[in-house]
Structures are given as structure tokens and as C-alpha cells.
T-cell receptor
Framework: GAGVSQSPSNKVTEKGKDVELRCDPI?????LYWYRQSLGQGLEFLIY????????KSGLPSDRFSAERTGGSVSTLTIQRTQQEDSAVYLC????????????FGPGTRLTVL | QKEVEQDPGPLSVPEGAIVSLNCTYS??????FMWYRQYSRKGPELLMY????GNKEDGRFTAQVDKSSKYISLFIRDSQPSDSATYLC????????????FGAGTRLFVKA
């Protein structure tokens, strides 16, 4: 079956521009996560959606970052006024429920801010 | 101090060697412990999952959790070049809406 997909796979943008990153989770997965992976830094938690509950936004690094999940499926991560330090790989993952610890990851979007 | 510490390596071993990968953590409330494997330019995939303390074996892989020492390990026996990847430890709390904390990952190279 189809796994988690993310688009675009690569994004190059200029400092100050806004970007939108998309995640299509596995069908039927109620939990969705966004992470940021920088070289040598591991995965940094950004935001977590579970069903219709209010998202856990505690990992968002600044108010320039926001995310939404429409209809309990597709999610979009938006970064406004991008900065060079936002350059990283942004990974999306989904799972069947919060009590199930296997997260299925997409291939990521590699963001480069010039 | 980070909640989860993991040596980034790289770790280079010859084919057939036993590999030991480790993480330490500071939050004694962590209950779930995972190891993910990430190949270059791919997303991580779950390799092993352990609840609380003890050992778990799956083929050539053994995961070990020592909660008293706040230390977890992944052992790979008879390592193969195809095991070359980044290995990330991860752990989460036993709460309703949970957050998983990942280590920085250890890059492993297995030489043929």
C-alpha cells in the first residue's frame, strides 16, 4: 500500500519568502507528526495532530511556523519569512493511534533557504 | 543537557563484526524505547520497540533497556554492508497524547 508522501522533495527559496510543505499520511492513520532534521541534530519535534483534538504545537520554534491538517488527512506546514537557519529536512510521520509507537515516515522535504 | 544523548559517530566496522549502539537519557518517566534506522535521503523506519526494561531480540538485532541506568543499547550481530545507515534511538512518555524524543543518530558504516 501507499506510504506517507511529502511534496515537494526539494525546495530552494530566498530568505524572507514563505514556503508550504505538504504531507499525505497513510490512509486511516489518525496521528500525524512533523519533525525537523538538521545535520547532526537528530529529529526535532515540531507539531502533533491526533484526530479532532487540538494539536500539540509545543515544538514549533517561532510564530513564523504554523501547520494545519484538513479533514483529518493532508497536512501543510507553513514557514513564513524564511530564514537561513530554517534550512533542514522536514519529515512528516503518521501512526494509527497515539498509543501505538510505530511512526511511519515520509521521505522528507529538503528545504534550502538562500 | 539534552533529554536524549547519542554519539553521532561515525562508527566504522568490518563485515561480520558485532555492533553496539547506545543512548542515555535523563527523564526517568520514559516508558517506550525505540530504535529507528534511516538510510541516506530516506525517512526513518522502525527497527525495534521495547516497553519498559529488558531485552528484545529480532533476528540479528537485540535491543536492551536498563532503566536504572537510563541507558539503552542496540546490538547488531554479524553486521552486513546493508546495515550501513544512521540509527536513531527514540523514547516517549506513557501519556495520552505523546511526544517522541529522538537522539541525534549514529552513522554506521559496515565495510565489506
Amino acid at each position: 500500500g501507499a506510504g506517507v508522501s511529502q511534496s515537494p522533495s526539494n525546495k530552494v527559496t530566498e530568505k524572507g519568502k514563505d514556503v508550504e510543505l505538504r504531507c499525505d499520511p497513510i490512509s486511516g492513520h489518525t496521528a500525524l507528526y512533523w519533525y525537523r532534521q538538521s545535520l547532526g541534530q537528530g529529529l526535532e519535534f515540531l507539531i502533533y495532530f491526533q484526530g479532532n483534538s487540538a494539536p500539540d504545537k509545543s515544538g514549533l520554534p517561532s510564530d513564523r511556523f504554523s501547520a494545519e491538517r484538513t479533514g483529518g488527512s493532508v497536512s501543510t506546514l507553513t514557514i513564513q519569512r524564511t530564514q537561513q537557519e530554517d534550512s533542514a529536512v522536514y519529515l512528516c510521520a503518521s501512526s494509527t493511534a497515539p498509543s501505538v509507537n510505530e511512526q511511519f515516515f515520509g521521505p522528507g522535504t529538503r528545504l534550502t533557504v538562500l | 543537557q539534552k533529554e536524549v544523548e547519542q554519539d553521532p559517530g561515525p562508527l566504522s566496522v568490518p563485515e561480520g563484526a558485532i555492533v553496539s549502539l547506545n543512548c542515555t537519557y535523563s527523564n526517568s518517566a520514559f516508558q517506550y524505547f525505540m530504535w529507528y534506522r534511516q538510510y541516506s535521503r530516506k525517512g526513518p523506519e522502525l527497527l525495534m520497540y521495547t516497553y519498559s526494561s529488558g531485552n528484545k531480540e529480532d533476528g540479528r538485532f537485540t535491543a536492551q533497556v536498563d532503566k536504572s541506568s537510563k541507558y539503552i543499547s542496540l546490538f547488531i550481530r554479524d553486521s552486513q554492508p546493508s546495515d550501513s545507515a544512521t540509527y536513531l534511538c527514540a523514547m516517549s512518555l506513557n501519556t495520552g497524547g505523546f511526544k517522541t524524543i529522538f537522539g541525534a543518530g549514529t552513522r554506521l558504516f559496515v565495510k565489506a
